[in-house]
């Protein structure tokens, strides 16, 4: 697996495509290195102290802030630009997927698979995701256009790889994957998994990652979208790593109890809803053998830990780039949650992200290094 290569299924772009995406990403870094400072500093240096001077006390809260950031052409215009660069972006990729449709869908068809593709015609979508396109990626997870269709995969798929901006594992992909096991090689040092699962897999950027590291495992991998899971098991064939892909709601599968040795996640649980987060880790208890491992990923950001801008920033996630539960992620007891599910040896912390994880590593239990230099992990045992 090459980070710095396409692999066999991700839409190729000719030389006017690459041209236009990386431009969309230039665009994307102007935005968040030179523009969202200048907003920071709009906040602190004129928004606050002007509010607060006037009321004669301080702001109560981030919301009451933002919405005198409102009032102000800069903040308005920073907040339309974040958000057409991320419609261009998807246009972009768009156009480059629609123009090789046909030829995508037709290497998706795999002739003797080593993995497997189960698909659910009356799968039901939580509506936590059908309600908005997240990331405002058209279509979204589960959009589906026939039953050959490979869409929603390859654009999510491309799309990473501008919207990433390299720092999740060039083409791969794969960054969040590594770092999930290097999670579990710090902690269980000489875990051997026979059985995994990896729940809300979408292309299975981090499943072909997690799988790679135990060759002996057979890898399972759920997600809610028929288009994205076709397109997940073609790369994986493609990609030699054979993975059991199945249309599923991690909230209540169809395994049998007691099936797998590790369950995993990675930025999933915070495009959830408050009440699919119990019951996912219960399905995980469910699911797990005794003594097997709950290992997930989420993004490192706590909202305690925020400033005032940091949490106005949050807010755009929610109600721009359509990310249903950034807050309720950011605020949620995941240590008692998992305690609650029945896990022991429960750790919530920061995980140093990786490309190649190593047994015995030293890198949980630190301070967060940020976005993509670490993540938050929530593991425990049956
Ligand atoms: C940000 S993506 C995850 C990316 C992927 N795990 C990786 O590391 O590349 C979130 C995924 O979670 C899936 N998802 C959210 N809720 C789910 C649920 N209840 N059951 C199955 N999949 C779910 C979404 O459909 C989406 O594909």
Known sequence: MNAHRPHPMM????????SEQLAIVDMKAFLGLKIEPCQRL?????????????????????????????????YQAWLTMNSVAQDMMWDAVGTCVDRQIEDLNKKAKIKNPKGSLTTNPGFE???????????????NYHGTYGSEDVRQGALFDRGAVVYQMGRNGGYMNDIRGHTIVSHCFSRWSDIKPLKIL???????HSTLAIASYF?????????????????????????????????????????????????????????????????IFDECMRI???GGVMS??????????????????????????????????LTADFHSLAEKSGFKEVTVGFQDATPKAVRGNKNFGGPSKGVHRSWLMISGVK
Request: hydrophobic share 30%.
């Open 288 to 290: 797990l053998k005794p």
């Open 198 to 204: 990896d729940m809300g897999c979408t292309v299975g």
């Open 215 to 279: 060759p002996q495992a057979q890898t399972f991998a759920i997600d809610v979208g028929e288009g994205m899971l076709r397109y997940a098991h073609a790369r994986a064939e493609r990609l030699n790593i054979p993975v059991h892909f199945s249309q599923q709601n991690a909230e209540e599968t169809n395994f049998p109890d007691n099936e797998f040795d590790l369950i995993t996640s990675s930025a999933v649980l915070h495009e959830t809803s408050g009440k699919a987060l119990p019951k």
């Open 11 to 18: 839409p190729v772009s000719n030389h006017d495509e690459i």
């Open 42 to 74: 709009l906040l602190e240096k004129k928004v606050k102290p002007n509010f607060e001077a006037k009321k004669g006390e301080p702001a109560r809260n981030h919301q009451e802030l933002r919405k005198e950031m409102e009032k102000e052409t800069s």
């Open 296 to 329: 997930h990923l989420e993004v490192p950001s706590r909202m305690d830990d925020m400033d005032t801008w940091g949490r106005i920033r949050g807010d755009y996630e929610i109600q721009y780039n359509y990310e249903p539960f950034w807050k309720g992620a």
């Open 125 to 139: 979508v939580p509506n936590y995701i059908s309600a908005r396109d997240i990331h405002r990626m058209p279509g």
